[in-house]
């Protein structure tokens, strides 16, 4: 089974751009605490959030979160026997 995670570049964007956590969260209509979270790593966004950040920070959702899966390509010689 492979684990999941997703990649959370928000704070940096965020930072490297000049804004303050407040500025997005009003930007992108959401609390700032969840905006917190969302930067610490503890909340995954919705898609809307997620949406709604890459909008106000003018930006696609990829360059904010990235998926990252491992264990996918884990056996890159089996055939589809799994041999």
């Known amino acids: 089974m492979s684990a999941e995670t997703v990649i959370c570049k928000l704070r ?3 930072t490297d751009l000049g804004f303050t956590q407040r500025q997005v969260a009003n930007g ?3 609390n700032v605490r969840t905006l917190i979270n969302i930067e610490n790593g503890h909340t ?3 898609l809307l959030y997620a949406m709604r950040l ?3 920070l003018n930006c ?3 360059e904010l979160f990235e998926y990252k899966s491992t264990g996918q390509m884990s056996n890159k010689g089996d055939d589809s026997n799994g041999k």
């Open 12 to 14: 940096e964007t965020r």
């Open 28 to 30: 992108a209509d959401m």
């Open 44 to 46: 995954i966004p919705s």
């Open 54 to 56: 890459a909008n106000f």
């Open 60 to 62: 696609p959702v990829d």
